[in-house]
């Protein structure tokens, strides 16, 4: 008969000794007990051979769908947060980030090498990646909670099963394939200190079943609403001395001297303090929404705009969700299948308003072809000039500028705060047969996966050379009060607004997979099982960016973004060999080629063993090589000039600069290597507890990276020739900085996973316990330039300059660990969690003085009550004690909020939440 690929049986033996609490506390448990019902082989995430015994010689880690309740986690980003192997800062990039475009996107990174690397599978099929994003990253937050069986991690390389993407691990979602009945679960949570941050959710699951057909579907809807700066007092503003300060490009400040038709004059500065700012003397800058800064570019006090108050700390996101699984019974040894996924996501981001100066509309074709200067200019015949801006350039010495026309800065309140509305739509559906042959189970299936995205703008946008041919045919004053133009030049600059759909994109796989898997002759005893299987995919990227978005000429959407179409096609084999040597030994080969149509070919091999030298303890240890390939985006986006992200400049003291960047793709991009091995133990003392121990080891080379533009510009100003092409300058300062897409340097990370749990029964009822935790002993990447980045702990180097991808992938922590206990008695279970983290270095504040954020440990818990038929009921507390980041350091990174990491905290703060189900037999 048909061997299902399910834990089922397997997994309650495997746990018979001890038991799992929740998500980051469970642990796959060796089927030490004896229990004489006939099992079921199953196949575990990582192999393709089925198996009786589901502990293997790799680690595995499992969350259940009774964990993920006791978690009260409100999507699947929130859920992987609180796993260990997600050690960094970047462990999941999740879609509150304000000014990065990130089209919504939540994604997941094993280890802290990034997304890309990290491969997420779906009932052990891949996704098509989020459209709009790196073409490599797949959106967590699409696949739906509330449909979620279990979630399998493996936290060792698989390139030698599932091809690219898996250098890291992978993280296996299994979607409810039988259910008896009903069940209808709904939920609501509120941070308790006032603000946005609500979540509501809302789930409806049945089935249908008969001796040959089975049939699941399940919808959700979730929603979140959105909490901004303004309402928590360490992100309220961007300015905290001496820790940091804002320095966001302000109102009214003095690039220079212009002339009309030519351009910038000499000793023009391009950045945005440049000769300062009238009302910066006395202080007066907050009249129009400003602070003031001491010492610019030229020595004088300037206006920045501190942000903090407007930027969105999380956004307002909506999603609904539905899923089916189908299997029909042709007859004992032949069944069909069918999967199906869609969700429909929107996510609202608010933030600040746009910013306008020359160096900007340096990128914006549009002023060219429309003959408008490339600047906010004040002409001496304004009266502003006169009345302001004379007498402040007299009083500062900088009478060589009066009577010429000045370029002047902008922070454009007069079009609102800038709101972006990104909608993606994941959808997959496969077909499929497997079942049984005289030689062995087959299974063959074809998928078609896709993933759209439309991105659009509400508020807060302009056409820049709409903009400036107004503002330079206009008597306007930057200085008036309250920051915006009023009469009838207000009513004039709103004809430059521009708003509606800028970005389509699309990305999509159609695939073909089939394996055997069976055993060999028995001989001498031995009897090894093989898997043989090949797969065929066409991946396809579709970008169509609005003549608008394509021009570069929209303000605050980063420059010029031109179209994408491209496909390619991916063909693979692979074979697996398990081999009990003994009854005590178990030795395992995989081998997989995948040949590209555009990158070439490439074949990678795992070897690992599984030892029980006596009935209590299972040594297993593994060894392999893996690849990732560059992916469609990587290769193929064209080169154009844009924005940069802010960056300070060490040689100049400038803060939060931002100049023109030229990024892009590389056609001549080549695939990363990578090999890892990791050994460990697994040890159950008694049948109550058991504990696991296991060391992992991973090197990348020829990483495929972009630098950011803080460490283009600290390695340029350190003399590093790897970037000396990299910058240009203006006399002194920066001008732009090229930030293309390369295989830049390598990488080397080391560290050990402890998982460890415990049960027991009393006469007051069940108490269960566990950990696991995860400590980065090394992550070591090389530059280009041959220089290394320790990135434990620290955010920064020794100098205070970032270090290297950073801005990218977060810190990446030395220990985390979550540890969980439980108390059931009766009908009702009691959790407490303690999620710990160490601290780890931010950066020097503005005395150049070292900056740390220390150790954190944040309390969940949870009441679950069962008393009543076929209802369960649950109350919990996340963030206990309501712990409040330490608002001395913002991390290094391209967002814009202030005053804490956001990937390390929820600023939500305390949040209680209910949640109720009920099931209809």
Known sequence: MIMETVLSRSLRLMFSGSAALIGAGLLIQPAFAQDNTPIQRVEITGSSVKRVDAETSLPVQVISKADIARTGATSTEELLQS??????????????????????????????????????????????PFAGSDGGSVNVNAIPLAAIERVEILKDGASGVYGSDAVAGVVNFILAK???????????????????????????????????????????????????????????????????????????????????????????????????????????????????????????????????????????????????????QINENH???????????????????????????????????????????????????????????????????????????????????????????????????????????YEVALSHNESKLESAVTTGYFSQVGYAKIINGSNWNPWAAGGVQTGALATQLQTAAFSGNYLSAKSTIDAFDGKITGDFWTIAGITPQYAVGLQSRKEKYVTDPSAAYQSGDISGLGGSVVPIDRSRTVNSG??????????????????????????????????????????????????????????????????????????NDPATNQTGLQVNALTGGN??????????????????????????????????????????????????????????????????????????????????????????????????????????????????????????????????????????????????????????GTWTTGPWATTLVQNFRTGYQVGHDLNDNKVFIGAETIYDANVTYRGIKNLTLALGLKNLFNKQPEPIGTAVTNQFQAGYDINQYDPRGRLVYVTAGYKFQ
């Open 83 to 128: 796993i260990s192997a997600f050690s960094s800062a970047g462990g999941t990039t999740n879609a509150t980030g304000a000014g990065t475009s990130t089209g919504g996107l939540s994604s997941i990174s094993l280890r802290g090498l990034g997304s890309t690397r990290t491969l997420v599978l779906v009932n052990g099929r891949r996704l098509a």
């Open 178 to 328: 039988h259910v008896d009945g009903v069940e209808v679960t709904g939920g609501y949570g509120s941070p308790t200190t006032s603000g946005g941050g609500q979540n509501g959710k809302a789930s409806i699951t049945g089935g249908y079943n008969t001796d040959k057909l089975s049939v699941v579907v399940s919808g959700s809807y979730e929603k979140e609403k959105a909490l901004f700066g303004r309402d928590r007092s360490y992100s309220a503003s961007a300015t905290r001395l001496p820790y940091y300060n804002s320095t966001a490009t302000g109102l009214g400040n003095i690039q220079g001297s212009f002339t009309p038709g030519v351009g910038p004059d000499a000793g023009f500065s391009s950045g945005g303090s440049g000769y300062g700012n009238p009302l910066a003397i006395g202080d007066k800058c907050s009249t129009i929404k400003m602070s003031t800064i001491q010492n610019g570019a030229k020595g004088s006090p300037y206006c920045a705009y501190d942000s903090g108050p407007d930027v969105g700390l999380t956004p307002d996101r909506e999603l609904y969700n539905l899923t089916s699984n189908l299997s029909y």
């Open 667 to 820: 056609p001549n991009l080549k695939p990363e290597k990578s090999k890892q091995y990791s050994f460990g133990a697994v040890w159950q003392p008694t049948n109550t507890a058991s504990i696991s121990l296991d060391f992992f080891n991973i090197n990348i080379r020829d990483i495929l990276s972009t630098a950011s533009a803080q460490e283009i510009v600290s390695r340029f100003r350190a003399g590093d020739p790897a970037y000396a092409g990299l910058v240009t300058l203006n006399g002194n300062d920066i001008v732009s900085i090229r930030q293309t897409l390369a295989n830049n340097g390598n990488a080397n990370v080391q560290g050990v996973d402890l998982s460890a749990n415990w049960r027991d029964n009393f006469s007051f009822g069940r108490l269960e316990a566990a950990i696991n935790g995860t400590y980065m002993d090394t992550f070591d990447q090389t530059s280009p330039g041959g220089q290394v980045s320790h990135k434990v702990g620290t955010i920064v180097e020794g100098d205070g300059t970032p270090v290297i991808g950073a801005q990218n992938g977060g810190v990446i922590l030395r220990w985390k660990h979550q540890l969980a």
């Open 574 to 647: 692979y074979g697996e060999l398990n081999v009990p040597i003994l009854k005590t030994l178990e030795v395992n080969l995989t081998a997989r080629d995948d040949k590209y149509n555009d990158v070439g070919n490439t074949a990678n091999w795992k070897g690992s063993f599984k030892w029980r030298p006596v009935q209590q303890l299972a040594l297993r240890g593994s060894y392999g090589t893996g690849f990732r390939a560059p992916t469609l985006v990587d290769l193929w986006t064209p080169q154009t000039l844009g924005t940069s992200e802010q960056f």
């Open 335 to 441: 069944q069909l299948f069918a999967d199906l996924l869609y969700s429909n996501s929107k996510v609202t981001q608010t933030y600040q308003p746009s910013p306008a100066r020359a160096s900007f509309f340096e990128t914006d074709g549009q002023f060219a072809q429309q003959g408008v200067d490339p600047a906010l200019l004040l002409y001496p015949s304004n009266p502003a000039y006169q009345s302001i801006a004379v007498p402040y350039l007299t009083s500062q010495g900088f009478t060589s500028l009066i009577g010429k026309p000045l370029s002047i800065t902008s922070r454009v309140f007069d079009f609102g705060p800038r709101q972006n509305v990104d909608t993606g739509k994941q959808s997959r559906l496969v077909v499929g047969a497997k079942g049984s042959l005289s030689f062995g189970d």
